[in-house]
Structure formats: C-alpha cells, structure tokens
Nanobody
Framework: QVHLVESGGGSVQSGGSLRLSCAAF????????MGWFRQAPGKEREGVAA???????TYADSVKGRFTISQDNAKNTLYLQMNSLKPEDTAMYYC??????????????????????WGQGTQVTVSS
C-alpha cells in the first residue's frame, strides 16, 4: 500500500527558504511519477512541480527559478527546495504519486487529477 509522509513545513519570512521532504513507503518508489501540490484556503489544489522516474520535471510558472524538485531513490524520498519564498506561497503542501504523469505530447504534468496517492500535507506560511 502506498504511503506518503510529508515534513519540513513551517513559518518563514518573505525571502526565506524551506525544504520539504516526502518519504514514500509500500511501493517501488523509483518507478512512479512524484509531484508536489499546494492548496491555499478558498483555492483549488494546484500543481507546483513534478518529476517522472526518468528525471524529467515540470514546474508551475509561479515557482520557476525559485523551487527545485529532487529525489533520492536510495532513501525513497522526494524533496522540494523552496527559495525566495513569497506570501503568496502560503498553503498546505502535499506530495503525491502516480504511475503515469505525461500529457499527449509526452511532457510531464502536475495535474492533481492524474495523481492517485496523496500524503497528509505540511503547512507552509510565509509572512511579509
């Protein structure tokens, strides 16, 4: 059974950094596509970044150049390094997994509808 556990959230000031971690259990981690998502109060869940098993990645425009997704297959762990944080990054952050995360053109996608397994989330709060 797939089990995902996020950690690393917290409260930081604008311009600060955080690194989120997502530990994965119960499946062959390296064969899955993994992603980070976030949901702010009153807003829909949105994709932040995703990484396929071959290392291909995608990022939301709002985080490009500031966030970096990475993984350590030996530790079955996914990371999200978040730099230059802004108040609008405040949200609950979730990691998720799926078998297939490509669109019709073969690009990696971070569409919540395509991800089947979810962690419980970790809160990130950025103050101005």
């Amino acid at each position: 059974q797939v089990h995902l556990v996020e950690s690393g959230g917290g409260s930081v000031q604008s311009g600060g950094s955080l690194r989120l971690s997502c530990a994965a259990f119960g499946y062959t981690y390296s064969s899955y596509c993994m992603g980070w998502f976030r949901q702010a109060p009153g807003k829909e869940r949105e994709g932040v970044a995703a990484m396929d098993s071959d290392g291909s990645t995608t990022y939301a425009d709002s985080v490009k150049g500031r966030f970096t997704i990475s993984q350590d297959n030996a530790k079955n762990t996914l990371y999200l390094q978040m730099n230059s944080l802004k108040p609008e990054d405040t949200a609950m952050y979730y990691c998720a997994a799926t078998i297939f995360c490509r669109d019709e053109l073969g690009a990696v996608v971070a569409d919540p509808e395509q991800y089947n397994y979810w962690g419980q989330g970790t809160q990130v709060t950025v103050s101005s």
